[in-house]
Nanobody, 120 residues
């Protein structure tokens, strides 16, 4: 199972970006999917998660600005980021709890990360 992220980049404060993360491989079922971020010198932190039933959870720092969604048919999770701030600068990682066709029990997989830089 692989998770591949896309959509990072450089944006001015107040701007928007949309991240995508597609899961591929021998997938039986995907449970929770989500986004985490890690800024230089800081620990990785949760940004947003979404269940297979589309229930969402957000970090307080991004509520009202970020929206997580998923397309179950495409095994893809998205993060729409609006009104970006300099403090949102970080490497963003997607994660997914995936039951593979072989194991049939969920394992957490991580993407390789995508850089988001917000200039002030």
């Amino acid at each position: 199972v692989r998770l591949v992220e896309s959509g990072g980049g450089l944006v001015q404060a107040g701007g928007s970006l949309r991240l995508s993360c597609a899961a591929s491989g021998s997938i039986f079922r995907i449970n929770d999917m989500g986004w985490y971020r890690q800024a230089p010198g800081k620990q990785r932190e949760l940004v947003a998660t979404i269940t297979s039933g589309a229930s969402t959870n957000y970090a307080d720092s991004v509520k009202g600005r970020f929206t997580v969604s998923r397309d179950n048919a495409k095994n893809t999770v998205y993060l729409q980021m609006n009104n970006l701030k300099s403090e949102d600068t970080a490497v963003y990682y997607c994660a997914a709890d995936v039951a593979s066709s072989i194991l049939r029990r969920p394992v957490t997989y991580w993407g390789q990360g995508t850089q988001v830089t917000v200039s002030s």
